[in-house]
Antibody
Framework: EVQLVESGGGLIQPGGSLRLSCAASGFTVSSNYMSWVRQAPGKGLEWVSVIYSSGGTYYADSVKGRFTISRDNSQNTLYLQMNSLRAEDTAIYYC?????????WGQGTLVTVSS | DIQMTQSPSSLSASVGDRVTVTCRASQGITNDLGWYQQKPGKAPKRLIYAASSLQSGVPSRFSGSGSGTEFTLTISSLQPEDFATYYCLQHNSYPLTFGGGTKVEIK
């Protein structure tokens, strides 16, 4: 069974850093496109970043230069390193396995940026 | 970036009603469109991919149509468990973009 479990969220002050993890089971992360999608409280969905099976990456303009997507093949885990966090980054962050778009989603992890 | 305009933003309907949600892309995306259902406190769930293909395990009352710039999600007979928010997503080019969402409420 394909499963994704996010972790690493929490309360962080503006300007701080946080690393989110997404542990995968039932498939190989490195053989798939993997995305992060976020949802601010009470708002719609916003795509954040993708890592291709080749290792290439792409980011939304809103996070470019501050967030880095990566993976650990030995751990079969996806990561999102978030630096210079802002209040507007407050959201639930979901990881997803892509197959013609995000197909299978994790349950999400909440990131709150506040002083 | 490709903009996705979804309508309506909300609707009220009764059990058994036929419901239609529309998404319009700012440029042609062939059939690179998915539809997602999200219930409160839950992760989104994909219902339709490639504009009209039903995700495995999704009831056949859900259907999708369209190509190019105009797309439609139809629920043929609304069931109690279908009250949720629905989103379209284009995956033709990065950045991927979602529609604003349609909240389907009980009349």
């Amino acid at each position: 069974e394909v499963q994704l479990v996010e972790s690493g969220g929490g309360l962080i002050q503006p300007g701080g850093s946080l690393r989110l993890s997404c542990a995968a089971s039932g498939f190989t992360v490195s053989s798939n496109y993997m995305s992060w999608v976020r949802q601010a409280p009470g708002k719609g969905l916003e795509w954040v970043s993708v890592i291709y099976s080749s290792g290439g990456t792409y980011y939304a303009d809103s996070v470019k230069g501050r967030f880095t997507i990566s993976r650990d093949n030995s751990q079969n885990t996806l990561y999102l390193q978030m630096n210079s966090l802002r209040a507007e980054d407050t959201a639930i962050y979901y990881c997803a396995r892509d197959s013609k778009g995000p197909a299978t989603w994790g349950q999400g992890t909440l990131v709150t940026v506040s002083s | 970036d490709i903009q996705m305009t979804q309508s309506p933003s909300s609707l009220s309907a009764s059990v058994g009603d036929r419901v239609t949600v529309t998404c319009r892309a700012s440029q042609g995306i062939t059939n690179d469109l998915g539809w997602y259902q999200q219930k409160p406190g839950k992760a989104p769930k994909r219902l339709i991919y490639a504009a009209s293909s039903l995700q495995s395990g999704v009831p056949s009352r859900f259907s999708g149509s369209g190509s190019g710039t105009e797309f439609t999600l139809t629920i043929s007979s609304l069931q109690p468990e279908d009250f949720a928010t629905y989103y379209c997503l284009q995956h033709n080019s990065y950045p991927l973009t979602f529609g604003g969402g349609t909240k389907v409420e009980i009349k």
